[in-house]
């Protein structure tokens, strides 16, 4: 036999014992169908773990305490994973935008412009000012951190949007 096909039956025989008790741990993080693509995510994982720490560290993978902790440690990464893709929204609609404004006429130009300057309108200068770093000058979130002498931009800038969506009332601001 080959060393992936013993690896591959420990596995089986691994996450056949233990699926129950991954399942109910990946449900305190996520829900709905959004849990059974975590745990097909992390059987990818344990498979690897098994592959790379079976030799030396086979006692691990009887332990629930340590499958637990890799567990949860692999679920906390998902989350952060997911909400730093959510962030990324902001940033990709933007792009999104400026190239509609490139194809647009020039009368949706400056509606668009006028969005801009309404969201911006919503706003304190100082939160105005985050944007306009982050978003057209590119600024990275440490850097303006350092310039404007601010803690927890990207919390910031969560928070400013939310206030222009909240101040502004329009539906169709999804991009935001």
Same mark, same amino acid.
């Not at 720490?53 to 679920?75: G, I, M, P, Y």
């Not at 412009?113 to 440490?142: D, F, H, I």
């Not at 310039?147 to 910031?156: F, M, T």
């Given at each position: 036999? /080959?060393?992936?096909?013993?690896?591959?039956?420990?596995?089986?025989?691994?996450?056949?014992?233990?699926?129950?008790?991954?399942?109910?741990?990946?449900?305190?993080?996520?829900?709905?169908?959004?849990?059974?693509?975590?745990?097909?995510?992390?059987?990818?994982?344990?498979?690897?773990?098994?592959?790379?720490?079976?030799?030396?560290?086979?006692?691990?993978?009887?332990?629930?305490?340590?499958?637990?902790?890799?567990?949860?440690?692999?679920?906390?990464?998902?989350?952060?994973?997911?909400?730093?893709?959510?962030?990324?929204?902001?940033?990709?609609?933007?792009?999104?935008?400026?190239?509609?404004? /490139?194809?647009?006429?020039?009368?949706?130009?400056?509606?668009?412009?006028?969005?801009?300057?309404?969201?911006?309108?919503?706003?304190?200068? /100082?939160?105005?000012?985050?944007?306009?770093?982050?978003?057209?000058?590119?600024?990275?979130?440490?850097?303006?951190?350092?310039?404007?002498?601010?803690?927890?931009?990207?919390?910031?800038?969560?928070?400013?949007?939310?206030?222009?969506?909240?101040?502004?009332?329009?539906?169709?601001?999804?991009?935001?």
């Amino acid at each position: 036999m /080959k060393p992936t096909s013993i690896h591959y039956s420990q596995f089986e025989s691994l996450y056949a014992t233990q699926q129950r008790f991954f399942k109910h741990i990946i449900a305190r993080y996520f829900d709905g169908a959004q849990q059974q693509d975590v745990l097909q995510d992390f059987s990818i994982h344990l498979f690897a773990l098994l592959t790379q720490k079976q030799a030396e560290n086979a006692h691990l993978f009887d332990s629930k305490a340590w499958l637990r902790t890799v567990l949860v440690h692999f679920c906390i990464s998902q989350l952060r994973k997911d909400q730093a893709q959510k962030n990324s929204v902001w940033k990709q609609t933007t792009v999104q935008h400026i190239l509609v404004a /490139k194809e647009a006429t020039l009368h949706q130009e400056l509606e668009i412009q006028l969005l801009y300057q309404q969201a911006l309108g919503c706003v304190t200068k /100082k939160e105005a000012l985050v944007l306009k770093m982050k978003y057209e000058y590119k600024r990275s979130t440490k850097e303006i951190e350092r310039r404007l002498a601010l803690q927890h931009v990207d919390v910031l800038i969560a928070r400013i949007k939310a206030k222009i969506k909240k101040k502004m009332g329009r539906v169709e601001l999804d991009w935001l």
